[in-house]
């Protein structure tokens, strides 16, 4: 405030000689710079909210179920009784594990050829009565 107005004393960078880049002197911050500098890292901790719970709704379980058939199919050997996701219960006769796939006998006389990533899981009977009953038991109202 050399000259004695009320304005800021404003004089050229350094850096910035003969571009036009003008700064204040009087030892204010820039208002506008905080305000951007707040907006981006509120926006980047909302980012990383966002993906954290993606990844513990999402992602986790995801890997989770996947290693757990992972497990079930590198476990299996001939002789285990088998569910399909279609619903199919077998036992299987022969693993092919360098292709994936698998013989199960569906019925007497009756083998197919199965994708290893088909498969759920065991065939537990007591399992599959529990849920059978556990969906008896609500009462949902079917509306058209």
């Known amino acids: 405030m050399e000259d004695g ?40 901790v909302v980012g990383a909210l966002i ?13 989770r179920d996947f290693a757990k058939r992972q497990r079930m199919a590198r476990e299996l050997a001939a002789g285990d009784e088998i569910v399909t996701y279609g619903g199919i219960i077998g036992k299987v006769k022969h693993i092919d594990s360098a292709k994936g796939i698998a013989l199960v006998e569906i019925a007497d006389g009756v083998t197919v050829r199965l994708v290893i990533a088909a498969m759920v899981g065991r065939y537990d009977p007591e399992e599959i009565a529990r849920n059978a009953r556990m969906g008896q038991d609500t009462n949902v109202e079917m509306t058209p």
Do not use: C, D
Not at 15 to 41: K, Q
Not at 52 to 57: D, E, N, Q, R, V
């Open 5 to 44: 107005s009320s304005k800021p004393s404003l004089k050229q960078s350094s850096a910035n000689r003969g571009r036009g880049a003008i700064i204040p002197t009087n030892g204010r911050h820039n208002v506008w710079a905080l305000l951007l500098m707040g907006e981006i890292i509120f926006v980047g």
């Open 51 to 63: 993906f954290a719970g993606y990844y513990s709704l999402v992602l986790f379980p995801r890997q």
